[in-house]
């Protein structure tokens, strides 16, 4: 699940150099970590350390606060951040990205608003008091569905979603939001585009049962950056390894339990969409 980095070639005699990875533990709700480190351990072992000959040493992380300081330190190299945490952290300090994720051909992830077909709701207003159940690759406030939602509420002049809604619960796997929605037992979700087109075309009923209230623009969930102290010389290396993360079985691994096609070079205006959320 996180990037990576590629070292020189070294002499066969020489100890292979270490490559500090961090990340943040609550970047998966309703995911196990036991998976999730599993995943990564399997990544660093059988390919980094070895095929590329890199030692890793992995660093998880229980809040923003945390990551802060360890890079604040130096203590890392390259760190995998949910991206509200990179924009408000970027202000503080350099870090460097290097990539983001693709999801059909597109940087980041629509989110849909889905209510049973016939509801007669048209726009989320009309869910005042409602329970809300929303895909998220983070949670609360760091889940940019949520301050997609938020931005809506605060468009139309209504009250925070803490206040409009009777309550939010936020889970990765999309059937349990979607399906709640399809059998009645929810009166709204909200689910990335791929999510739905995908729950449609195994059970076509989906597509007929549920509708479209609003669609979010591109988001993008996650960063991958250079520590602020990591040498510039290195960046071309450590950026080819996280880019390539398809190449190799281990990297296709992490990708499916994010749920993405791959990593693609950064580009500032990716994540614009997600900044307009994060920033007044």
């Given at each position: ?31 196990d970590?036991?998976d ?9 072992r059988?390919?980094?350390?070895t ?6 040493r992995l ?5 923003r ?21 990179y924009?408000l952290l ?21 989110y ?24 998220a690759?983070s949670?609360?406030?760091e889940?940019?569905p ?10 139309q002049?209504l ?19 979607l399906?709640?929605?399809?059998f ?8 990335t ?17 549920v ?7 591109p988001l ?7 520590a ?8 071309p290396?450590?950026a ?6 398809s ?11 994010l ?13 614009e ?5 994060v920033?007044?």
């Amino acid at each position: 699940m996180l990037l990576c980095a590629v070292a020189p070639a070294a002499p066969a005699h020489a100890a292979p150099a270490e490559l500090r990875l961090g990340y943040v533990e609550y970047f998966l709700p309703g995911v196990d970590r036991k998976d999730v480190a599993l995943a990564v351990q399997m990544w660093a072992r059988r390919y980094v350390e070895t095929e590329r000959g890199l030692g890793v040493r992995l660093s998880a992380f229980a809040s923003r606060g945390e990551i802060r300081a360890a890079l604040l330190s130096g203590q890392l190299d390259v760190v995998h951040l949910p991206t509200v945490d990179y924009l408000l952290l970027s202000r503080e300090m350099d870090l460097k990205p290097f990539g983001v994720p693709v999801t059909d051909g597109e940087f980041g992830e629509r989110y849909v608003l889905v209510v049973p077909r016939g509801s007669g709701v048209t726009s989320i207003g009309q869910l005042r008091g409602a329970r809300l159940l929303v895909q998220a690759m983070s949670l609360g406030q760091e889940s940019l569905p949520a301050r997609w939602v938020e931005r809506l509420l605060r468009d139309q002049g209504l009250p925070p979603a803490a206040r409009h809604f009777a309550s939010m619960t936020y889970e990765v796997q999309p059937s349990r939001v979607l399906l709640p929605v399809f059998f009645g037992q929810a009166p709204a979700c909200v689910v990335t585009e791929r999510s739905l087109r995908i729950m449609a075309e195994l059970n076509p009923q989906i597509e007929a049962q549920v509708e479209r209230v609003a669609v979010s623009p591109p988001l993008i969930d996650f960063v991958m950056c250079l520590a602020p102290s990591v040498d510039p010389s290195l960046a071309p290396r450590y950026a080819e390894l996280g880019l390539g993360l398809s190449d190799n079985p281990w990297g296709r691994q992490m990708l499916l339990l994010l749920q993405l096609d791959g990593i693609a070079p950064f580009r500032p205006e990716a994540i614009e969409p997600a900044r307009r959320l994060v920033e007044p």
